[in-house]
């Protein structure tokens, strides 16, 4: 699974000041303002290491997004919420309090797919302070804002480097909707409205739409071909045959548009239907 993230822009620079190109070495030469407004993107976490300081209903809800993303959890908590402790053989379970001591210890987490363990600034991927108290989240930021470049603390929107949105889900399809930090109920109720507008019929859709998708790029070489038939498979009729749970149709109409097109390749569906 993709999840969204809404990432803020380069975090040490102001709106409309020159950007310190030493500091950005990697950064296009050409790149002389910075733009301060947030950028939404689609990232994939499998495999990839994730921790979560804090076991209460927030990290609770960040832990079941990483890990439906596939991603490799550590948790860093005294205590778990009940579903936290279901979860705990799919985790890495670090039952301890993230204070100063364990920094002055240096003490590493651990993640059950290597041997030993690893330190987090060297591999961590992504963090998210969740705990309740704004100083451990504070400690967790200072101690971790130079080298975990995704990096999320629950109550300081102004310090963290990516937000978790409100994320509608309709099998492929998803929708994120995310106001900044401004309004979160706000982003809420939009994705509500979203989901009465969007339906369950997508996810059919889209699945189908993958398939024919790909025997289009392989079966039409002329792109400006492809992309009048991906308009025509864009098509509200074929959207409202799967709303009414008419698949028969909605397969019969994809024919329609793509057989003429690619008749030796194209693949009907006739098992999946
Ligand atoms: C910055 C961010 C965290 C981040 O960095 O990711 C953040 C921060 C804070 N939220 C707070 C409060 C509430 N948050 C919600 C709900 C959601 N909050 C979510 C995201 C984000 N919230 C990020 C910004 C995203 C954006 O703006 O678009 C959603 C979308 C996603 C999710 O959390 O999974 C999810 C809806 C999910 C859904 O249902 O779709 C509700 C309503 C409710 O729970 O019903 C309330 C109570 C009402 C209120 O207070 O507004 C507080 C104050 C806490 C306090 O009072 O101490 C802070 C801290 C602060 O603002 O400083
Ligand atoms: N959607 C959002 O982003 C929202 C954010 N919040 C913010 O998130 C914070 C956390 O909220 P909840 O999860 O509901 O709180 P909670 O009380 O359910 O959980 C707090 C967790 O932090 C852990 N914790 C405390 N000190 C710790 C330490 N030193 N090291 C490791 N873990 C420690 C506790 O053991 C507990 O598991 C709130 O204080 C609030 O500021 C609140 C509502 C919505």
Request: glycine share 6%.
């Amino acid at each position: 699974m993709i999840t969204f993230f809404s990432v803020r822009p380069w975090r040490n620079v102001r709106k409309n000041k020159i950007i310190n190109l030493g500091k950005l070495s990697s950064c296009s030469a050409y790149l002389k303002e910075v733009i301060t407004v947030n950028t939404s993107l689609v990232v994939k976490l499998t495999g990839r290491k994730c921790v979560v300081v804090g076991g209460g209903q927030i990290a609770e809800r960040r832990v079941e997004t990483l890990l439906r993303a596939g991603a490799c959890v550590s948790v860093v908590s005294p205590a778990l919420t009940s579903r936290l402790q279901e979860w705990k053989d799919r985790l890495c379970y670090y039952p301890k309090t993230f204070d100063e001591a364990m920094l002055e210890k240096g003490e590493p987490f651990y993640t059950t797919d290597v041997g030993g363990g690893f330190k987090l600034e060297q591999e961590i991927f992504l963090l998210v302070a969740a705990t309740d108290s704004r100083a451990v989240n504070n400690l967790v930021y200072e101690r971790f804002k130079d080298s975990v470049p995704l990096l999320n603390v629950i109550d300081r929107p102004e310090q963290s480097s990516f937000y978790f949105p409100a994320v509608l889900e309709r099998g492929l399809l998803q929708m994120a909707v995310t106001t900044s930090g401004a309004s979160p109920v706000i982003a809420k109720k939009i994705r509500r409205q979203l989901a009465e507008q969007y339906g369950k019929e997508y996810e059919q859709y889209l699945q189908r739409m993958k398939e024919v998708r790909n025997e289009v790029l392989t079966g039409v070489s002329d792109p400006q071909k492809r992309k009048v038939l991906f308009e025509k498979l864009a098509s509200e009729m074929i959207l409202d045959y799967y709303k009414r749970g008419d698949t028969e149709a909605a397969e019969q109409l994809i024919q329609e548009i793509v057989t003429p097109h690619v008749p030796d390749n194209f693949v009907t569906n006739d098992k999946k239907y």
